[in-house]
């Protein structure tokens, strides 16, 4: 049974940083890719960035480049996302998800995800 927690959402204000943290257990963490998503209110689901299961890869959407990292640590079966210089616009309801491949940027191909942390920034 996979499960993944996510933690370090809040309230910050535009142009300052949070950092998520998403802690996995259930499957051989090394062997498959990571991703972020967020929601809002209203919209879909969209994949924000992946990393491969040994970091070597990583992808990110347009709007987040140079913005935000995406890190992990197979060691302690943790990833993580920096969030720097937030925007109003990032205000989402934050998951972290697992797929099966060792690295994808297709969305679908994450299978199970956690329950979530959100991230409001004040404008």
């Known amino acids: 049974q996979v499960q993944l927690v996510e933690s370090g959402g809040g309230l910050v204000q535009a142009g300052g940083s949070l950092t998520l943290s998403c802690a996995a257990a259930?499957?051989?963490?090394?062997?498959?890719?990571m991703g972020w998503f967020r929601q809002a209110p209203g919209k879909e689901r969209d994949l924000v960035a992946a990393?491969?299961?040994?970091?070597?890869?990583?992808f990110y959407t347009d709007s987040v480049k140079g913005r935000f990292t995406f890190s992990r640590d197979n060691a302690k079966n943790t990833v993580y996302l920096q969030m720097n210089s937030l925007r109003p616009e990032d205000t989402a309801l934050y998951y972290c998800a697992v797929s099966s491949y060792y690295y994808t940027q297709r969305a679908e191909a994450y299978d199970y995800r956690g329950q979530g942390t959100q991230v409001t920034v004040s404008s």
């Open positions: 990393i491969s299961g040994g970091g070597d890869k990583i």
């Open positions: 259930g499957r051989t963490f090394s062997s498959y890719a």
